[in-house]
């Protein structure tokens, strides 16, 4: 993917603000949930409208601590476990509480993002929320895939204070190979500037 092509990655204001803003639409915790399965878990658009319940509960059927996403929900063969963020957790239970309500809902089967008139969604259709959310607010460059080089450059930042490497990065991706993980990861100017003074 050539540089000018890639979606925008997102500031912390920019994570703030849209969460917040997410909130005040008529459907806002489901769509609050869709971003930060992007921003937080790195999450495909393919992958957010793939998701079942069956993938997050345990057998208790209660919100696990994290995401198990199989190769069938995901691209090619990159199923794979994400350790879920507190904020997403926090979001899913109280989406859960509120689906266990409805009668269409059954564990192993549901799916998590579903729409007033239809038991999921499609891919494209959270291509299109993403697009939707950006324009009303502003933010130029950016799609739903946004969120996701954003999760994968902030994990490249952070993996190591944690004793990770970048190939725990490439896992939480998803991705085959190690060099796509890296064309995902944006640069930072300032960290290059400081590390040519510690030479």
Not at 48 to 55: E, F, G, V, Y
Not at 122 to 133: E, G, I, L, T, Y
Request: net charge positive; charged share 25%.
């Amino acid at each position: 993917m050539a540089l000018g092509k890639q979606a925008k990655t997102l500031t912390k204001g920019q994570i703030d603000s849209l969460t917040a803003f997410l909130l005040t639409r008529r459907h806002g915790l489901r769509d609050q949930t869709v971003f930060l399965l992007s921003v937080r878990s790195g999450l495909r658009a393919k992958e957010i409208a793939n998701l079942k319940w069956c993938m997050i509960l345990t057998s208790e059927a209660e919100v696990g601590d994290a995401i198990h996403l199989t190769d069938d929900a995901s691209k090619g063969r990159s199923g794979r476990v994400i350790h879920l963020n507190k904020q997403l957790r926090g979001n899913l239970m109280q989406m859960l509480a509120s689906a266990q309500q409805g009668q269409r809902f059954h564990p192993a089967i549901s799916y998590v993002v579903t729409t007033e008139r239809s038991a999921r969604t499609s891919p494209q259709a959270v291509v299109n929320m993403f697009k939707r959310w950006y324009d009303d607010i502003g933010l130029l460059g950016c799609s739903s895939h946004s969120g996701r080089r954003t999760f994968i450059t902030s994990a490249a930042r952070k993996i190591s204070t944690v004793g990770g490497s970048l190939r725990d990065v490439q896992m939480l991706a998803g991705h085959a190979s190690l060099a796509v993980t890296q064309r995902y990861i944006e640069g930072d100017s300032e960290a290059r500037r400081k590390i040519v003074d510690l030479i």
